[in-house]
């Protein structure tokens, strides 16, 4: 699967943004959905996943970023309401086979990445 990320810029504090996230070799259908994001000198972390389990989120944007797919599978997106300076990051797409095993926002456990995109937040 070849991922391919878009819709990053720089926004003020309080709006939104939608990120997308194109897929291409295959459809997202089988396969977990994760959005990371690695803040500059920081550790890469899980901010949203979607799994056979539904939705996952990281407690810091829990209410405030939904992840979801369009009809054909083939395009995943992250809805960020109300953004904060510290969502400032780069923000990646990643993908995996279904399995039980595998969590989907722990970056290790992903195994198809795109090249990111950044977001910015002014305060």
């Known amino acids: 699967v070849q991922l391919v990320e878009s819709g990053g810029k720089l926004v003020q504090s309080g709006e939104s943004l939608r990120l997308s996230c194109r897929a291409s070799g295959e459809s997202f259908d089988g396969h977990d959905v994760g959005w990371f994001r690695q803040a500059p000198g920081k550790e890469p972390e899980g901010v949203s996943c979607l799994s056979t389990s539904g939705q996952r989120h990281v407690n810091s944007v829990k209410g405030r970023f939904t992840i979801s797919l369009d009809d054909t599978q083939t395009t995943a997106f992250l809805q960020m309401n109300n953004l904060k300076p510290w969502d400032t990051a780069v923000y990646y797409c990643?993908?995996?086979?279904?399995?039980?095993?595998?969590?989907?926002?722990?970056?290790?456990?992903?195994?198809?990445w795109g090249k990111g995109t950044p977001v910015t937040v002014s305060s």
């Open positions: 990643a993908a995996v086979v279904e399995g039980d095993s595998r969590n989907c926002l722990r970056p290790s456990d992903m195994d198809y």
